[in-house]
């Protein structure tokens, strides 16, 4: 059995400007479905795309059969894949309609070389980065505050652009 992830997660706590942390929370599958996987065979695979700000991609097995979709949630290690990782994973029919393959308990076998592997945590504070604007003729200024919640949640707040 398989639940979507939590709303709360992807959408702000509290009224206001807001934000969560973009990193996307674990989907929840049953305790008996995750154990089940475990004992299913490994398989190997090469990351044949992978879009950091979807948080999905897919995944080219190494038997050539048809390719398997992988969400950031499944991938228990610490990089954002890139493509030609080399991984090994476990395959699980994917809800609702069962018809389908996807990767989870996802690992890195091999790292692609040549290709710069970030962190996700590196990923997330580009990410940040990138989204504030810029102020290279003075004109435009904004204050950010960024806190963590009670609950571990990190709020990166926006105060309205001021000259």
Known sequence: ????????SLSPRSAGDVQINPLLARRERSLSQCERALQYPSHEGIIQDFCREKGHGHIKPRDNSE??????????????????????????LMPPKNEKYQAIH????????????????????????HRRPSVQDGSVTSSYNDQ??????????VNAPHN
């Open 148 to 157: 963590t919640a009670p609950n571990g949640d990190h709020i990166h707040r």
């Open 106 to 129: 996802v690992r890195f076998l091999q790292l692609s070389d040549g290709v710069k592997h970030e962190s996700w945590e590196e990923a997330v504070q580009e990410d940040v980065n």
């Open 67 to 92: 390719s398997i979709f992988v969400h950031v949630s499944d991938i228990e290690d610490d990089y954002v894949p890139k493509a030609g990782d080399v991984v090994s994973y476990k395959k699980i």
């Open 1 to 8: 059995m398989s639940h979507s992830p939590s709303s709360s």
